[in-house]
């Protein structure tokens, strides 16, 4: 089969690793147009186009694919199946009639949970005990797809967005192999998604990093591993704007935003629910310090108020 691929982070190069290193013919790759990215604001091609450039793969970078000229180079290279794995753009049903047997997403979630776009982030954030990959085969709706394949992970407790995502991106490899195989021989069957259980994942805002210390510590301790590599989580302290990274709940109690403890095991604050531990932090222009070092160079001291 001649698989075209589109996609554009870490997430969905992992996954064209592992069509191309299982012998796939892979004629074309669509990837997002390269960005300014860092302090110096150069461009900088996405992971799937390195990967692509590595492999010796022609590349397109469409702003869309809503034009006949847009969806060219695809319809040119005439596909049997076109991989989408985290690309950035809406496919319009023109695009997914291209390839012969259709358009197979790569999906960080067990549908119908978590549609959208910030899957393993929501699924933390909510305090979900599993999460896992679903191989779909593509329609017009939001993640509504056919489902051709569906493997379960547990979420562990010290789980990031960063540590589940890496994870979840070598299931997502190792499975989309799989489904491909399958289709070559015939053997594989679409299953449509259960009607019920079905939960959207929105798009992280940057303004969710505020932490509202009258809510439940439980509560704060996921989103902050849920934020964890972006946003992070933003506390006041004196009018400055705390990065905080991570924490954990603690069974003690007082004052929303009051400060409890300070030690180098972290820096207590009570929440509507129990306390937070406040364990990685930094300062506006730092880096990511334990609280240790920290408190070092930034005292904090028990009785003052964060916000």
Sequence with gaps: MKIAFAGTPEFAALALRAIIGAGFDVPLVLTQPDRPAGRGMNLHVSAVKQVALDAGIAVDQPEKL????QQS??????????VVAAYGLILPQAVLDIPRLGCLNIHASLLPRWRGAAPIHRAIEAGDSETGITIMQMDAGLDTGAMLDM???AIMPNDTTASLHDKLAALGGEMIVDTLRGLEKGVLHATPQPADGVTYASKIAKSESILDFSQPAAVLARRLRAFDPFPGGVAT???VMIKVWAGNAVGISGAPGQVLEVSDAGVVVACGESALRLTELQKPGGKRLSAREFLRG???EAGCMLG
């Design 66 to 69: 809503r034009t006949p000229e």
């Design 73 to 82: 180079r695809l319809r040119e290279c005439a596909p049997d199946v076109l």
């Design 151 to 153: 493997r379960a992970l």
């Design 237 to 239: 302290f004196d009018g």
């Design 298 to 300: 930034f005292p904090i």
